[in-house]
């Protein structure tokens, strides 16, 4: 797959998800494997120019994360020009431009979902920044903002016509946030407006065959993965896996699972310090947990910890007292076993409201 010049060894992407798509988890995901580029959190490209702290942690990188997008935010064209100079000019292999953000701090400054209203404005802002740097230029964005406004493939064929190489469609409009179904039929009709440029589809890929079907239904030239992606690091090589052959891989077991989890702390640790990366991993293992079957003695106990220490106390106590749910042979007995996963795009209409993906809390509560 290629994005304008840069060539990926995947057509699987990691989606940002602020105040999770950080270096510890983007490293995780890479050593699992099957991802072609991840994205970071989004970025202030006004923060980012005045180099202040919290944006320069959210772009910071080590070989391993490559190949890195950093997607920024902002309405101001020669910002978001300078910006992109600025990211070229230290090895960032790609520009992710966010027009899909309904919070209204973002919108409200013009950036975010507002950009998908002034299609001539977000075009010309486009232009400035894809003239400024070689490497690629992306777009993401939602349907729209509402059901009556689906200016997606308007702005997608705008977007192309203004250089960028790639755009990321997030099927549902910003009224929708994350809920009822993703509208694949949508990224279909933005596929259909655009001559060249690969347009990746995004929403609700929670499974494997949930990534089929997005590839098969929208034409698709890549698949972008968030939540799927938290509650399941490996869904990037699964789905790889099954795409080439047509065969599903078995779900990892508890021990690779709790191996991978250790293994996101440490990486939390080592980027943010023993007591911040503890306590940002406060809300990272009980995803995780969500497939190691009963879990409410190790959430109980895991939002609370300071130290890795801690962390492994947790955790050993957790291992003992699960044992009570496993046969003779150490697996889950089936009743304890987690339900498969389902995508809203697979499901019956009346199964989506009861099982709708969480969306994460954090700093983006309002995504
Ligand atoms: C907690 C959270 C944070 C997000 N942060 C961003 C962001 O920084 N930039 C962006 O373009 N989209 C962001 N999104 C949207 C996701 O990238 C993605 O489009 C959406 O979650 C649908 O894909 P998924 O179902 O695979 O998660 C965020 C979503 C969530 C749930």
Redesign the pocket.
Known sequence: MRIGSLKLESNLFL???????NLPFRLVVREIGGVGLC?T??VNARSLLEKKPKALKLIETRPADSPLAV?L?GSVPGEMRDAAIYLESIGVASI?I?M??PVRKVCNVGGGSAMMTELDKTAALVRGMVAAVKIPVTA?M?LGWDDENLTAPDLARALENAGVAAI?V?G?TREQG?GGT?NLAGIRKVVEAVKTVPVIG?????TPQAAKKMFDETGCAGA??????FYNPWIFRHTQHFLAGGQLLPEPAFAERVRVMCRHLDLMIEVFGEELGCRMFRKVAPWYAKRFGPCHEFNKRVVQISTRAEFHDVLENYICWRQQFLDGNGELLPRFQPAPMVASFMREPAAIQREK?P??K?P?EV?
């Open positions: 989606s940002p998800l602020a105040g999770y798509t994205t959190d989004l997607q935010f992710d966010n899909g953000c993401k939602r990321f997030h549902r994350f993703v995004n929403g609700d890929i929670i972008s993965i968030g939540r799927g992606a993906i969306v994460p954090g983006v995504w």
